[in-house]
């Protein structure tokens, strides 16, 4: 398989400081296009995927990401799988060309790249749980992050951040049409200095029930530790999010779906910044049509 996607367009942002009775436009023009190609090479039991792409951006410049994956079949209901590739992550607008009061732009700013490297299992567990596990490395170069000064911030390229950790998930088959799933996953984060090692882990809890034909309903959880410093954030809450679908059939190919979510449906106080609270319990309702 090959491809070619391009944008073209432009970004702009307004700064207002009333007390100042000023206020700073700020606009430019971005050029994104890419090229690229995989395939999947088959060979007994062994299932082979290269890749490669090109990208281009009139701000950051021109990137090549390899990429190579492959499984193998290790029974008729488990899988082995490796993978490596290279990619990049361009700085946005704001980070380069916005800046405020407090926080000011980087112009020279440069794009993050590293290599990611990942191997798992997936299993099923006498036809009643499927299982998986992961463990993952991501060597990033010219990692990007905000200026340790405390007066006027901004982002600045620091080095290396070394990214690693594993992800496990199980999940039972439906009985009755309810299904349980439970995952956890644990990244240590080792960046050069000045910037300091975290370890951030997360759970995840959750019961669905689908008879596939006109009701589903979730009830997830999800508790994330950030090993934020003291006094930036509020975390280590599980959060949880309620939602009841319901399905018509209305005939000729077309169909309706009634939908209703609560979102953290227990008003946890987590919040990353303290400044920038999350908001408590909230619910949205509305419906789809399918012709």
């Given at each position: 398989?090959?491809g ?12 207002t400081?009333p007390?100042?009775?000023r ?5 430019g023009?971005v ?12 060979l007994?039991d062994?299932a082979?995927?290269?890749?490669i ?10 990137y090549v ?5 492959t499984t ?9 799988r ?6 990049f ?6 980070m380069t060309?916005?800046?405020g009061v ?5 112009p ?8 990611s490297y990942?191997a798992g299992v997936?299993?099923a567990?006498?036809d ?7 463990l ?7 990692a990007?992050s905000n ?6 911030g901004?982002y ?10 594993y992800?496990?998930s199980?999940?039972?088959a439906?009985?009755?049409n309810t ?5 956890n996953?644990?990244?240590h984060?080792r ?17 669905k029930?689908?008879?596939?034909k006109?009701?589903?309903g979730q ?13 930036t954030g509020?975390?280590g ?5 309620a939602?009841?679908?319901?399905r ?5 190919d ?7 979510t ?5 008003a946890?106080p987590y ?5 920038q ?6 619910v949205e309702?509305g419906v789809?049509w399918?012709y």
């Amino acid at each position: 398989m090959a491809g070619f996607e391009a944008s073209d367009g432009s970004e702009s942002s307004q700064l207002t400081m009333p007390w100042r009775r000023r206020t700073s436009d700020i606009s430019g023009n971005v050029t994104k296009w890419a090229l690229f190609s995989n395939d999947t090479l088959t060979l007994g039991d062994f299932a082979v995927t290269p890749g490669i792409r090109f990208d281009h951006d009139s701000v950051c410049g021109n990137y090549v990401s390899p990429s190579l994956g492959t499984t193998y079949q290790l029974s008729e209901h488990s899988i082995a799988r490796v993978s490596i590739a290279k990619g990049f992550t361009r700085p946005t607008f704001a980070m380069t060309s916005g800046g405020g009061v407090f926080w000011m732009s980087n112009p020279g700013l440069t794009a993050e790249q590293g290599w990611s490297y990942q191997a798992g299992v997936e299993s099923a567990v006498f036809d009643r749980v499927n299982v998986k596990g992961t463990l993952f490395r991501h060597d990033i170069d010219n990692a990007i992050s905000n200026d340790p000064d405390s007066t006027v911030g901004k982002y600045v390229n620091v080095g290396k951040i070394v990214r690693q950790g594993y992800e496990v998930s199980a999940e039972s088959a439906p009985v009755f049409n309810t299904s349980l799933k439970v995952s956890n996953s644990f990244v240590h984060i080792r960046p050069d200095a000045p910037f300091r090692t975290t370890n951030n882990y997360s759970y995840q809890a959750g019961i669905k029930y689908d008879d596939r034909k006109s009701w589903l309903g979730q009830l997830t959880g999800t508790y994330i530790r950030w090993d934020l410093p003291e006094g930036t954030g509020r975390d280590g809450y599980f959060v949880w999010d309620a939602n009841l679908n319901r399905r018509f059939d209305i005939g000729n190919d077309r169909s309706a779906e009634l939908f209703f979510t609560v979102h953290n449906l227990f008003a946890a106080p987590y919040t990353t910044l303290t400044s920038q609270v999350n908001p408590g319990r909230w619910v949205e309702g509305g419906v789809k049509w399918r012709y």
